[in-house]
């Protein structure tokens, strides 16, 4: 019996493609680091009765157009603004996402951004590594505190409650917006709900975990640096246009605040000119997921999405409804 095709845009942990190359006929191989170019994203979609494509990757209605057979769209990420889902459900085609085991993860990751900027591990890192350096003294490479700081959180979701948690080990009383209020755990008595202005005036750390929605676009800008501590550092690990980064790089020129650690960017991969080169930023490839044991458990998420649409049962993680 032929096995139904398969179109991936990305290359993606050899355990995740062993499986896939045992149950599909992939339309092609995907190679390491190379981008699918428009021309091959129509072509495989025209060929596949399943997809699995990136949050880098622009899954339009011109693509799925081009998709008679398709069923399902495996999306090989928590979010899913890259993908154009209410065209994907006027053609009955399931979208799914892989939520849950990436949270521990990005919430790591955020608190090394925090640390980071706070201590000025990369500054201090790259000092060491010029053969610059001339040896301890008092006054050298200063950072601030991060115990007992105050640690406002933006997006209180999964990976927001998870960095949350991680707060208790530094002592940090956590203020958060969100539309809804959510439980503490049992124990925890420092989180606190309240207005977003108040989260960016009052804490120390700023961290972002929303969803990037026309409602979250530009959520930091201008208006909204202005209003934060200049000894204040923002932390992005959810998504870049989030935060308007010509008003952040504004900011941090003017010491408006002290600090900004950013692992995902606004026309990424394109970073915006002059970042770069500030001290008081640091800078990460998105990196959020990037241990081998998540992208292994994102992608078997995708082969279970798969298996399950294509064999006529609801997928595990759904997107958009199909009725």
């Given amino acids: 019996m032929a096995h139904p095709t398969l179109y991936i845009t990305r290359l993606l942990p050899e355990p995740v493609m062993a499986a896939l190359r045992e149950r599909y006929t992939l339309v092609s191989e995907p190679v390491e680091n190379q981008i699918p170019t428009r021309e ?17 990757d622009p899954i339009t209605d011109d693509s799925l157009t ?21 065209a994907a459900t006027r053609r009955g085609i399931v979208v ?8 521990d993860a990005t919430a790591d990751l955020t608190w090394a951004l925090i640390l980071a900027g706070a201590r000025r591990v990369v500054e201090g890192d790259r000092w060491t590594r010029s053969g610059q350096w001339p040896g301890w003294a008092p006054t050298q490479m200063l950072g601030t505190d991060v115990t007992g700081k105050t640690l406002g959180i933006i997006g209180m979701g999964r990976i927001g409650q998870a960095v949350a948690l991680r707060a208790q080990g530094f002592r940090m009383p956590v203020l958060y917006a969100s539309h809804r209020p959510c439980s503490s755990p049992p124990g ?29 676009r530009h959520l ?43 692992d995902v960017y606004e026309r990424e991969p394109l970073i915006t000119t002059g970042l770069e080169t500030l001290p008081n930023v640091v800078l990460l490839p998105h990196l959020g ?13 995708c082969v279970e999405n798969i298996a399950a649409v294509l064999g006529g049962r609801p997928p595990l993680n759904p997107v958009n409804r199909q009725d």
Wanted: with cysteine; hydrophobic share 45%; glycine share 4%.
């Fill in 188 to 216: 925890i008595s420092t989180w606190s709900h309240r207005p977003l202005e108040e989260v960016l005036t009052q804490a120390d750390f700023i961290s972002l975990h929303v969803p990037l929605s026309e409602a979250t």
């Fill in 220 to 262: 930091i800008g201008s208006r909204e640096l202005a209003m934060m501590k200049s000894t204040a550092f923002l932390i992005n690990t959810s998504r870049g246009s989030v935060i308007d980064e010509a008003a952040l790089l504004a900011a941090l020129r003017q010491r408006t605040i002290a600090g900004a650690s950013l």
């Fill in 66 to 86: 081009a998709a008679p057979r398709l069923k399902i769209v495996a999306n090989y990420a928590v979010g899913y603004n890259n993908i154009d889902v209410a």
């Fill in 96 to 103: 799914t996402n892989t939520p849950d085991v990436l949270t």
């Fill in 289 to 301: 997921s990037a241990t081998q044991q998540v992208r292994i458990k994102m992608g078997m998420l």
């Fill in 40 to 56: 091959d994203q129509r072509s495989g979609f025209s060929q596949a009765e399943a997809v699995i494509c990136t949050l880098a």
